[in-house]
Structure formats: structure tokens, C-alpha cells
């Protein structure tokens, strides 16, 4: 999941998005060309922005009638103990079990085949960043 972050922000950078990591957006307001975003440490014009919140989105977006639920999915990544060299050369796949699905990935890196459910999930309510709780099941 990281490397694939750092890939959507480096191709971000690359289209002339300006990141800012470890700097938290206290408040914004959009007009119809433009936008502003309040820092900690700065105020911020631009013609479009992205919002990264993350498990946050639903709180971030909630103001401007975004309605979104957050879930905890579990995901499973296995190292396979036979023929662990085609395990890189798999697609991606999704079984369809009637009642719902598991989909999965190849064994791009060290941590082997990824393998989740396509199904409910836990309902999370993250609204207070503070509680180390809000991850736990």
C-alpha cells in the first residue's frame, strides 16, 4: 500500500501538485475558481484541492453534504509455501461466492499475496483523532 501511495504522490508532484505532508488543514473554503486552505502555519490559494483524509474523509466532507460511511476491511497477505515463484506472475482476482467476495492481489514484495474480503466491514467512527481506540476492533 505504501509504495502505492508514494507513487500517486510523485505522479501527482510530476503534474504539478503541491504536497504537503505533516501539515494539517485546519479549515478551507471553496469559491466557484478557487479555494483556500488554512494551516497551523500558512494560508493557502489554489484553483483545485485534493482531500486526503483519509478515515477522516466522512468528518472533512460531512460540511459539504458528502455523505460517506468508513469500514474497517480486514486484509491478509500470505507468503505462499509452494511455488512461490508463479505467485508473482498472478493477476488480480475477485471470487464471487454469492454472498460476497474475496479479492486478491500477486506477491509484488516481500509480504507475499494479498488476499481481503469484499464484504460488510466494521462501521468506524472516527471522529475523535485523539483515541488510539477508533483502529481497534
Known sequence: VERGVEQHIALAQKAGARVL???????????DDSVTIKTAHRE??????????????AEVLAEIDVPLAVRRK???SFRPTRNADKAKSLPAF????????????????????????????????????????????
Request: glycine content about 12%; hydrophobic content about 45%; some cysteine.
Open 44 to 57: 493557502i490559494h489554489a484553483k483545485t484541492l485534493v482531500i486526503c483524509a483519509g478515515p477522516w474523509a
Open 21 to 31: 505532508i505533516h501539515e494539517d488543514a485546519l479549515a478551507w473554503r471553496a469559491t
Open 94 to 137: 475477485y471470487f464471487d461466492m454469492g454472498w460476497g467476495g474475496f479479492y486478491g492481489f500477486p506477491a509484488i514484495d516481500d509480504f507475499g499475496i494479498k488476499l481481503a474480503d469484499h464484504i460488510g466491514g466494521q462501521d468506524i467512527d472516527y471522529t475523535n483523532r485523539t483515541s488510539a481506540s477508533a483502529c481497534t476492533p
Open 74 to 76: 480486514v486484509q491478509a
